[in-house]
């Protein structure tokens, strides 16, 4: 199967992560050397990506969760999320072990593209996407997630002019490890106060400064709250809000599936309607997104952000 991979018209990737940045980035190479051809990347938020037509004849697709509608002659699928599709027209490979990226490299380097470089940056990819805690890396790997998480995709790619390997020892990686060391503290103690619920198993946190990620897995791990599955939001430039859900027991992923978003069992997001402006739209409609009538029927407030998210297409 390594041998004969579809050339691929488009490379679909997931926006919001680094496993995302450098699984894109890889099959791009890995594209041009098979293909000599300059493949277009698109990255996609959760949202959009259950919204997407896959009209391609032929694509690439990496961290974004293999499902039936993707299962077409000359796609390939290179992906960790758990998945119950069985492929029958499409290739799969998938290892919900390895990130993306990490399984993007070992494809890599079947076919001659590899450097101690990619090496290094892959390995702390890695131990950062599947938040492998007691590796001795674990600090500097969540400073190098941090910073897609920060500067956004688009415009870390446009820094390193496509480059990942320019961010080993980047200058960025200062900024990132002293807003650890000096933001997490104290947003982790005002977090801890400012909890708020969403439903009788899901409580929204605020933040104000600090690695959100990893304040929100200090108040899971020392159970400073009694929600099993906690949400923050934060706000992309073009004003989009997001609902980034975790949990410890594999609550967040079907919490997110309610948001219309997807992820890991554990960490997922998901992009809330553009008629969502501010957090206190965002909790009104996430509590009743999240606490549904018992008869099924939509509540006036509901009700109310669906019209508006309808005129806003």
Known sequence: MMDCLPRPEVILTHESDLDGLIAGVLLQRLAKALFQDDVRMEACNYNYWRQRDVREKAAWVTDLAFEPRLDKPNWLIIDH??????????QLIHDVTKS?????????????IGSPALDRLVQLNNVADLFIEDDPDFELAGD???LVKTYQFWNLHALLNGQ???LLDHPLLEVMAVKRRVENPLGFAWSKSNVVQLGPTIGFVDTVVGNNNLIIHRLLEEGSTPYPVLITLFRRANGVMIASIRSRNGEALKVA?????????NASAATLPRSVKSQN????YLRQILNPRTDGS?????ALFESLEIRSR
């Open 81 to 90: 999320h758990v998945t119950e599709t069985v492929p029958k027209q499409a």
């Open 298 to 302: 939509l509540n006036s407030l509901e």
């Open 281 to 284: 739209d965002a909790i009104h």
């Open 164 to 166: 990942i390997e320019k």
């Open 144 to 146: 190098y997630a941090n």
């Open 257 to 265: 599936e309610r948001l219309q978003g997807g992820g890991h069992a």
């Open 100 to 112: 993306a990226g990490l399984l993007c490299y070992e494809l890599c380097c079947r076919h001659g």
